[in-house]
């Protein structure tokens, strides 16, 4: 009886055992090719019906998680934090995030130019009705939320990030407080709310092990749907996007080097999220694993619980390369040649426009649609680009939550106390704000 009992347990335990990157990689690949042969085969009648909601489970899953995760964080991580500390962290993690976005859209520009995509395709008649875009003044009202609890029902993630903010800032003056019994509250209340950031943190690890199952369904779903025919205008778009990923990466890299970061360590810490990602094409999705990777990197709850937040919700830089080539796309389609004035009002919209885009599958669209429309281009077109978004997405979200990793790692490693050894306690002997160095990596 025993033997029969063990022999599952053992099995499990095994699987359990095997790194969250092999198994999410061998379901990438079984998904690459189950889904082309579906494409192939004429599967998809019986196939889409089984793998969407495989897929859909996944990502249900992991959005289950985010409220929960931003709350709980952003509350802990700046109550953690005097005041003055929040302060110069805060305005290195914005001024990191609007600057590289900023570079970014700039890459993805350049890039688009050199290359012209979109040539040899011709204006379709009637496109994709686009999202009506949101003004500014409105994007900044709507972080104030008139009804926390509205907004939480909404899926507004800069008002509830807004709300958990103003509670942290209220906590930390509660621990900072002269009057003992308020300073006793507050203690009280910091341990309940690390008690469920904790509790979070052991719903996702259960969640991560559904992921490979997830992973599979999502990348065999994409590709029995859309096959490998694309044509060679769209082939371009693709490249482009591609390519300036890629030189964005290298940037990050020679920021973490210029930083004096262990680029081996940042990446085996990173390939995590940067894979979840790839596949699930949402930012705030992947907060979970994000988090995750930056307490593997050392960086303390003070930084992370902030930064990546903040990040999944503001800090764009794969979507801003995709809305700056795919810009370029549509205008070449339209027979359009872009000015200098126009191509610096595509960055500055994309930049402002990336405050008030959710980390969700498909937000880029609206990005574009915003951006197209600033310059006053069709908006028909971006129904081409949309059919093959889904592509373009699981790149540019790789890139968006490394550059959430990067600026974390970054800010963190220029703050004292916020960067240590990623095997010792999440808080050092004396607290985060101890005059103790971090210690290199």
Not at 79 to 89: C, D, F, T, V
Not at 144 to 163: D, K, R
Not at 305 to 331: K, W
Not at 392 to 403: K, S
Request: aromatic fraction near 6%; glycine fraction near 12%.
């Amino acid at each position: 009886m025993s033997t029969t009992h063990e022999a599952p347990r053992s099995l499990w335990r095994r699987y359990l055992d095997i790194p969250l990157i092999w198994k999410m990689a061998v379901a990438l690949a079984a998904g690459v090719c189950f889904g082309l042969a579906a494409n192939v085969l004429g599967w998809q009648d019986w196939a889409l019906p089984v793998l969407e909601p495989l897929g859909e489970l996944f990502l249900r899953l992991l959005r289950m998680l985010i409220f929960p995760l931003i709350i709980t964080t952003l509350i802990t991580g700046v109550a953690s934090l005097s005041p003055q500390r929040l302060g110069r962290i805060g305005l290195k993690v914005l001024a990191f995030y609007l600057v590289t976005s900023a570079v970014a859209m700039t890459v993805g520009l350049t890039l688009a130019l050199a290359v012209s995509p979109g040539t040899g395709l011709d204006l379709p008649e009637q496109g994709q009705e686009a999202p009506e875009p949101t003004s500014v003044s409105e994007v900044l009202l709507d972080i104030v939320p008139a009804n926390p609890f509205q907004s939480l029902a909404e899926g507004n993630v800069l008002a509830v990030m807004f709300g958990a903010i103003v509670t942290g800032l209220a906590l930390a003056f509660m621990l900072g407080s002269g009057d003992d019994r308020v300073q006793g509250l507050g203690v009280l209340l910091k341990r309940a709310v690390d008690g469920a950031v904790e509790l979070v943190f052991r719903v996702v690890r259960g969640v991560l092990e559904y992921a490979p199952v997830g992973v599979f369904a999502l990348i065999a779903a994409v590709l029995a749907d859309t096959g490998t025919e694309v044509l060679l205008p769209l082939v371009r778009l693709t490249a482009v996007v591609y390519g300036a990923i890629a030189v964005q990466i290298i940037a990050y890299v020679l920021i973490l080097a210029l930083f004096r970061a262990q680029i081996g360590r940042f990446f085996a810490a990173a390939k995590d999220p940067m894979l979840t990602a790839f596949v699930t094409r949402s930012s705030s999705g992947t907060l979970p694993v994000t988090t995750a990777a930056a307490k593997r990197m050392g960086v303390r709850e003070g930084v992370y619980g902030f930064s990546l937040p903040l990040g999944a919700t503001v800090n764009m830089d794969g979507t801003a390369i995709y809305v700056g080539a795919a810009t370029v796309f549509v205008a070449n389609i339209a027979g359009v040649e872009l000015t200098v004035g126009q191509l610096l009002t595509v960055v500055l919209v994309g930049v402002l426009a990336s405050i008030g885009t959710a980390g969700v599958p498909g937000a880029g669209l609206v990005m574009l649609s915003m951006a197209v429309t600033s310059v006053g281009l069709p908006l028909a077109p971006v129904g081409w680009v949309a059919g093959i978004d889904a592509i373009l997405d699981m790149a540019r979200t790789m890139c968006n939550v490394t550059g959430d990793l990067t600026g974390t790692r970054v800010v963190a490693g220029t703050e004292r106390g916020m960067l240590g050894d990623p095997d010792a306690p999440e808080d050092p002997p004396g607290g985060a704000d101890a005059g103790a160095a971090p210690a290199r990596e």
